[in-house]
């Protein structure tokens, strides 16, 4: 039988201590709440008071069971408060020295049998538990932000901590109705370990110039479905709990250099531009604490979807391939009212992609989403074509042929004989240098990248890849298409992976390491990231829709070109490709989908 916890203590109120205060409350359990002096005392209480009264306010909350879960509170200043409590979770800041003393004093003032809990994200648990004399009855229980609403945590067993001390704190995140992935101690944990090397590559994006923030974060929302794009996380989180969290990972974790904190972000800290906390961090908020963006002297200026910054008129567009990209392509600028002259490699090709646009289309009508009439006007906007020479008055070529670099230059050195001068050339691939394609013609100022997203009938984003030798006219040309096409256009250099999948792989990568090292499940990895960070899909789900030879593929490519010791393909990717286990596809990858 697990024990009965009936009064908790919560030390430290800030955002995430006070968050835990009301987790415990919202449950029945009294709490004895204590800061280091009144004021913070005060702020605690008023932290607690405005999460209550929001939850009111948006009816999740009865203003009866709001009452009396402040009735279940007691404040204090001072740890002596807590001679009587049966669990102590400490959630000051992350400074292990602060940590230690505060362990040591409970050591001194709670019962023997207490259990001594941390919330640190980052520090090592074992050494906090060797602060006090009862290491084995130290634990972490790792909540996430905000507390109230986050239905992960991470429960964090040292080397020494008792099994019974584990169960009984697993029984009490069930009781809490939170979902618990328990984890030895370890440099960022689970969620951390992943979360913070990819929001170290985005900062280091933003520091180089390689994109905007705007374009940075809009990649990965709208990319990867994610709740909030990096830099804004970062925000969220603080600059100064990121660049303390990535220091002692990169100390801990065995200094891996992608945890080593970007410069910008110590700059930044040290200049008091901690995120939403100060007003400002990567964005300018409204006042303190706020989340409400505004705009200040980096934000872009609006355009209203003209022509903007010599962008060149675009009527007619050529297409060439047959697979599923080029089919949704047509479909996409045929439906934003184009003249699309789609080219394939002989009649037969082109009698299959017609009929793959036609039910599509006619999928759109049948859901409503498409009036039979608009169908009909995308249709007759399409002409069919197997011949590169009908592209010869085309204003714009969008190539989406397969991707081996041979066949694309050979492609871009006929379109560059054929196409009239001014069109702008594009390719859509997603792993290849688009320089590389640009040079095999008389005219790279004019070739970019429009990397699409599958299905491109449904993805909004589209990543506008410019090379050192691409015109801004291009740049400027491919933005106002993709806005016509009702899509959010983010620019980006000519570097492996773009925006999206130099971000996204390397931390699949990484998850598949913290699985090969069995350090973690599959299924606890893919809980912690979809329920702590709120991901849409967890990384081995990811994985295998993907395909796990398409993911080796873009991580060889990445490590290929950056030489990051990080970034090298986990050698139990390259196993189960070699063993033809390739996720969904072939029924088996990170899971059996035989079944399914």
Avoid at 301 to 326: C, E, F, P, W
Avoid at 521 to 531: C, E, Q, S, V, W
Avoid at 580 to 586: A, E, I, S, V
Wanted: charged share 25%; with cysteine; aromatic share 6%.
């Amino acid at each position: 039988m697990a024990r009965e916890f009936s009064t908790v203590g919560v030390v430290g109120l800030g955002t995430m201590g006070a968050g835990i205060v009301e987790v415990f409350a919202r449950n029945g359990i009294d709490v004895v709440a204590v800061e280091i002096s009144a004021p913070a005392l005060e702020r605690g209480r008023a932290t607690l008071k405005g999460s209550t009264d929001r939850a009111v306010a948006k009816g999740k909350l009865a203003e009866a069971d709001r009452d009396a879960l402040h009735e279940r509170v007691h404040f204090a200043v001072g740890l002596d408060a807590l001679h009587s409590v049966d669990l102590v979770i400490e959630a000051v800041p992350e400074h292990l020295d602060l940590k230690q003393r505060i362990f040591a004093e409970l050591d001194r003032v709670c019962r023997p049998e207490t259990i001594l809990a941390t919330n640190t994200s980052s520090l090592s648990v074992t050494e906090i538990s060797v602060a006090t004399s009862r290491p084995n009855q130290v634990i972490g229980i790792h909540f996430f932000n905000p507390a109230p609403v986050m239905k992960l945590v991470e429960v964090v067993r040292t080397v020494v901590t008792a099994p019974e001390v584990v169960a009984d704190v697993e029984a009490l995140c069930a009781r809490l109705g939170k979902v618990d992935v328990t984890i030895n101690d370890r440099a960022g944990f689970i969620a951390n370990a992943l979360l913070f090397g990819y929001l170290n590559h985005a900062v280091g994006m933003f520091e180089s110039h390689y994109a905007t923030r705007e374009d940075i974060d809009a990649a990965m929302k709208l990319g990867c479905g994610l709740p909030m794009g990096p830099l804004a996380l970062m925000d969220l989180i603080g600059l100064d709990t990121a660049y303390e969290i990535l220091d002692t990972m990169y100390r801990r974790g065995g200094r891996d250099r992608r945890h080593a904190p970007v410069p910008l972000l110590k700059q930044m800290v040290t200049a008091g531009l901690l995120g939403r906390k100060s007003g400002r961090g990567f964005y300018t908020y409204e006042r303190p604490g706020s989340p409400k963006v505004v705009p200040d002297e980096a934000t872009p200026l609006a355009t209203d979807g003209a022509v903007a910054d010599g962008a060149r008129a675009i009527a007619k567009v050529g297409v060439v391939g047959s697979g599923t990209m080029a089919t949704g392509i047509i479909e996409v600028f045929a439906k934003a009212g184009y003249e699309v002259v789609s080219v394939t490699r002989g009649a037969e090709k082109s009698a299959k992609v017609c009929e793959a646009v036609k039910t599509s289309l006619n999928k759109g009508v049948v859901r409503g989403k498409l009036a039979e009439a608009d169908r009909d006007a995308a249709l007759g906007r399409i002409s069919w074509s197997a011949t590169l020479d009908h592209l010869a008055d085309v204003d714009l070529v969008v190539e989406a042929v397969v991707e081996e670099l041979s066949v694309k230059k050979a492609l871009f050195a006929s379109l560059d004989e054929i196409c009239k001068p001014g069109v702008v050339l594009a390719t859509t691939t997603s792993s290849l240098p688009v320089i590389d394609v640009a040079m095999a013609t008389q005219r790279p100022a004019d070739v970019v990248g429009l990397h699409f997203f599958n299905p491109a009938p449904v993805m909004p984003l589209v990543e506008v890849v410019r090379t050192i030798r691409t015109s801004p006219e291009a740049t400027a040309t491919a933005r106002a298409v993709c806005a016509a096409l009702g899509k959010t256009g983010v620019v980006c250099g000519d570097r492996s992976g773009f925006i999206v999948n130099a971000l996204l792989f390397p931390y699949l990568n990484d998850a598949v390491k913290m699985l090969e090292a069995s350090y973690s499940t599959a299924d606890d990895i893919d809980h912690a990231m979809k329920l702590g960070c709120g991901y849409p899909m967890g990384p081995f789900e990811l994985l295998d829709v993907v395909g796990l030879d398409v993911s080796l593929a873009i991580q060889r490519e990445l490590y290929l070109e950056l030489r990051e010791p990080g970034f090298a393909p986990a050698p139990l990717l390259e196993h189960l490709v070699t063993a033809g286990y390739l996720g969904r596809k072939t029924r088996r990858g990170f899971r059996d989908h035989s079944h399914r």
